[in-house]
């Protein structure tokens, strides 16, 4: 983060978040908080929850939440500094370019977005309009890419020559290390710099809104010995794994039919494209990420994935179809006749006829099951107990139970196995899951007990008091937050991952920071993130059931009050603490003369314990 804390503070406080979700979101008020439909996952009763007081968002559904900037960043699929930049646009706040580290992280991306956009307009000029384009215009005229589609993508050429991009980028006061570094040229001993992309049809890579980030080449004139494609390297602006090619054109469509179609290649993607069918994206080669998934999830839960008839194919379809169960998607499968891909089919079948293949389209498990029947592993005992164990393990990575379940009765029905059988089996692949998804936990101690002991009254007491601190911590308050830390320290904290909590307040505390929704974008762990989400956002507030809490005569009604007597608390139960664990060293030490200091500690906690049970205290 480059832009001074105090400034992005500034503007965040200058907006409000409700209003501003309000243009993306329908929101209605509830409680203290507004609800209205996730923006991020598709949903059918409102989790999606903004609170006013708080300025901050959080999603229960898919566990998207944070500040406006982070609500900015997602719906727009932008950077922080773009988000910091657009509410301070909106706000009227002027953001200081002279300062240095602004302007250098910020005008960084401005600048690698620039050059990309002059680099895409080169290669299209070059595909539309030169002489040495016609090779790539018929090209394209061949493959059925009609001019049209050519400039809704984008397309371009890149000329055969070593020099022609490097030259244009000179014309354009274009700075080469940033054109080598976003992959365009390239430097060859002595800095003497060449084009990186020569003879090949360019496809330009957006972003879900609609910059260019990257670019895809493909070779057309029959060369052998080079690699078919050659794509941007990763940059600030270009994360692969993070972006989908196609999906800026049809991000609407999707929405619109709720469903999505995920093919191979550019190509693939174009073909369908140019004949209606709109709501498609392409993974480009590389096997599905999570990533990807998560942003495809944002318009649509229902996919239909198109590979190719080969086993690289079918192998990349399988792993795909992992990925996108883990996010609950509905994954239906459809496979092509051999040696066909989308573009060749529709090109030669059209479109209507391309719908109806489409509908034939089979679940994730009549696909993999009519693959392992190809396979003939139903012949053998040994290889069909392999393939339905295979299918139950699919099926575990299904969240949702119900469906869970009905696919588990369908794979029982299928191949007349009890349903009992296949739930074990079921249950072991969902263990398994499990302790794949959690962190791993401390390896155990030398001597073989396990780390989780039974906790004892007093450990229960202080780690519902440290919750409670780290509610307070969170509440906005910098009086709290200041007595808090007159007293306690996040070290001082038994848990550890509240104590890493309490350091992120203290971080920022000291920084003169601690409202809520600044503060909640500096959790990183996604889990302690949620934790602190609902315990701000859900029902269990401290803040909301204070005047609850007073009236049933449990706390004090005055926050700072209530605060001052948790911290009484929390110092009462560690002094007890320590007394015990002093005493059970005076046990084991026998007569050693270190007892003496241990029993001289002791009367001191004892009579600090009867000095603070003694003391008014007055804020
Ligand atoms: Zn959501």
């Given at each position: 983060m480059r832009i001074p804390e105090q400034t992005i503070e500034e503007i965040r406080s200058s907006a409000n978040i409700v209003d501003f979700i309000s243009n993306y979101v329908q929101l209605r008020k509830r409680g203290k908080n507004f609800i209205g439909l996730c923006p991020f996952h598709q949903e059918k009763t409102p989790s999606f929850t903004v609170s006013e007081e708080k300025q901050i968002f959080h999603c229960f559904g898919c566990h998207t939440g944070g500040n406006i900037y982070k609500f900015l960043m997602e719906y727009k699929s932008i950077s922080f500094i773009e988000s910091v930049q657009e509410i301070a646009e909106m706000v009227g706040i002027n953001l200081n370019f002279q300062d240095a580290e602004v302007s250098a992280a910020q005008s960084e991306l401005e600048r690698y977005y620039d050059i990309n956009v002059l680099a895409a307009k080169y290669f299209s000029d070059n595909l539309l309009k030169s002489e040495a384009g016609e090779i790539a215009r018929d090209y394209l005229v061949k493959r059925n890419i009609k001019p049209q589609t050519q400039k809704i993508f984008g397309l371009g050429f890149a000329m055969n020559g070593w020099d022609s991009f490097v030259n244009y980028a000179k014309e354009n006061q274009i700075n080469l290390e940033d054109a080598q570094l976003l992959g365009l040229i390239d430097s060859k001993n002595e800095g003497k710099f060449y084009d990186k992309y020569r003879g090949r049809i360019i496809f330009p890579i957006f972003s879900p809104n609609g910059r260019v980030i990257a670019f895809g080449g493909r070779v057309f004139q029959g060369e052998e010995n080079i690699a078919k494609y050659l794509n941007s390297p990763e940059s600030s602006i270009y994360l692969k794994r993070k972006s989908l090619y196609g999906l800026y054109h049809s991000k609407d469509e999707i929405r619109k039919v709720n469903k999505a179609i995920m093919v191979e290649g550019y190509m693939d993607l174009i073909a369908l494209y140019q004949h209606g069918v709109k709501n498609v994206v392409a993974s480009s080669g590389t096997s599905l990420t999570d990533d990807q998934v998560r942003l495809l999830s944002r318009y649509t839960k229902n996919i239909i994935v198109i590979f190719d008839a080969d086993t690289a194919g079918k192998k990349a379809a399988m792993r795909s179809i992992e990925i996108l169960l883990k996010q609950d998607f509905d994954v239906n499968v459809l496979s092509l006749p051999q040696g066909e891909d989308p573009d060749s089919f529709i090109n030669q079948f059209g479109k209507d006829h391309f719908e109806e293949v489409l509908k034939t389209a089979k679940n994730f498990l009549e696909f993999q099951t009519s693959e392992y029947e190809a396979e003939g592993m139903f012949e053998d005992p040994k290889t069909e107990a392999e393939a339905i164990r295979e299918l139950v393990k699919s099926a575990a990575?299904?969240?949702d139970e119900l469906k869970r379940g009905l696919l588990i009765r369908s794979i029982s029905r299928k191949f007349n196995l009890r349903e009992k059988l296949l739930e074990t089996e079921l249950n072991k692949y969902l263990q398994q899951n499990l302790k794949n998804a959690r962190p791993k936990v401390k390896a155990r101690p030398k001597d073989g007990k396990p780390i989780s002991k039974v906790k004892t009254k007093d450990e229960i007491i202080l780690n519902s008091l440290e919750r409670e601190l780290i509610e307070l911590l969170f509440e906005g308050n910098e009086e709290i937050v200041g007595n808090i830390f007159d007293t306690i320290?996040?070290?001082?904290?038994?848990?550890e991952s509240l104590a890493s909590l309490a350091k992120i307040v203290y971080d920022s505390y000291l920084a003169g920071i601690v409202d809520t929704a600044s503060l909640i974008d500096k959790v990183e762990n996604e889990k302690l993130k949620n934790f602190i989400m609902s315990i701000t956002l859900?029902?269990?507030q401290i803040s909301a059931s204070w005047d609850e809490r007073a009236s049933s005569g449990k706390v004090e009604k005055d926050p700072i009050k209530y605060t001052a007597d948790t911290i009484k608390k929390y110092q009462l139960i560690k002094i007890d603490e320590q007394i015990k664990k002093n005493d059970q060293k005076i046990e084991n030490l026998g007569d050693d003369p270190e007892i003496l200091n241990l029993m001289k500690a002791n009367d001191e906690l004892r009579q600090e314990k009867k000095d603070l049970l003694n003391s008014q205290i007055y804020y």
């Open positions: 990575f299904v969240n320290l996040p070290e001082d904290f038994t848990n859900g029902e269990y």
